[in-house]
């Protein structure tokens, strides 16, 4: 039993190291061992105390993986938003809304 909880946290441990790093091929890898893994531990009756601190870890992943998401879907938006060609806006020293991005003056005066 202690190999499997042993797999189990090394495992998590790589799943957290692929997720801090962006290793997006690696969680593919990873996902169908982590089931094996959890399902060997689920047929034997592991200790308490050591099966807290591998869901403990786990939930810490669980966390990384929506936080990835989440950074993912908002890279997707401001993606899309860049490719669709929307125009940018400034405001300016009246506050009135001027297309574009703005131009320094030829000449700055400088104090």
Same mark, same amino acid.
């Given at each position: 039993m202690t190999g499997a909880l042993d /797999? $189990?946290?090394h495992v998590l441990e790589a799943q957290r190291a692929a997720l801090l790093s962006g290793d997006f091929a690696a969680l593919d890898r $990873?996902? =169908?061992e982590i089931g094996r893994a959890a399902a /060997?531990?689920?047929?034997l009756a592991p200790d308490a +105390?050591? $099966?807290d601190a591998?869901? /403990?870890r786990a939930g810490e992943n669980a966390d990384l993986i929506r936080a990835a998401?989440? %950074? $993912? +879907? /908002?890279a997707g938006r401001i993606a899309a938003r860049d490719a669709s060609g929307a125009e940018l806006s400034t405001y300016g020293a009246s506050g009135a809304r001027a297309? %574009?991005?703005p131009q320094r =003056? +030829?000449?700055e005066r400088r104090v």
């Open positions: /797999r $189990l946290e $990873l996902a =169908p /060997r531990i689920a047929a +105390a050591r $099966l591998i869901t /403990r998401q989440a %950074g $993912l +879907a /908002r297309p %574009g991005v =003056p +030829a000449h």
